[in-house]
């Protein structure tokens, strides 16, 4: 299984970006999908995690609201479209496929990551 995430970029406090996520190599739809992230100096977090059929979802508390996980089985494609962005969001955003949770310890797949710089 291979995953491709892109979509990361410069943007304002404020601003808005969608991240995406290629999966390739296996049947998309088996997988449960995540979002994780790291920024400099700090551990690998949990952003947001959706089940195989796109029905269930769940965030961190601190992009609740903000954040909205999707995909699209028909393209083999995770989303995060993330709203409202602030400084704190500034880290590398990882797509993870395996199982729908939040522990970085439930996902055997990972994508290279992209960067996320919000600017305030």
């Known amino acids: 299984v291979q995953l491709q995430a892109s979509g990361g970029g410069l943007v304002q406090a404020g601003g808005s970006l969608r991240l995406s996520c290629v999966v390739s190599?296996?049947?998309?739809?088996?997988?449960?999908m995540g979002w994780f992230r790291q920024a400099p100096g700090k551990e690998r977090e949990f952003v947001s995690t959706?089940?195989?059929?796109?029905?269930?979802?769940y965030y961190r508390d601190s992009v609740r609201g903000r954040f909205t996980i999707s995909r699209d089985n028909a393209k083999n494609t995770l989303y995060l479209q993330m709203n409202s962005l602030k400084p704190e969001d500034t880290a590398v955003y990882y797509c993870?496929?395996?199982?729908?949770?939040?522990?970085?310890?439930?996902?055997?797949?990972w994508g290279q990551g992209t960067l996320v710089t919000v600017s305030s």
């Open positions: 993870a496929a395996d199982r729908a949770g939040s522990s970085i310890y439930e996902y055997v797949y």
């Open positions: 190599g296996r049947t998309f739809m088996r997988y449960g």
């Open positions: 959706i089940s195989w059929s796109g029905d269930s979802t």
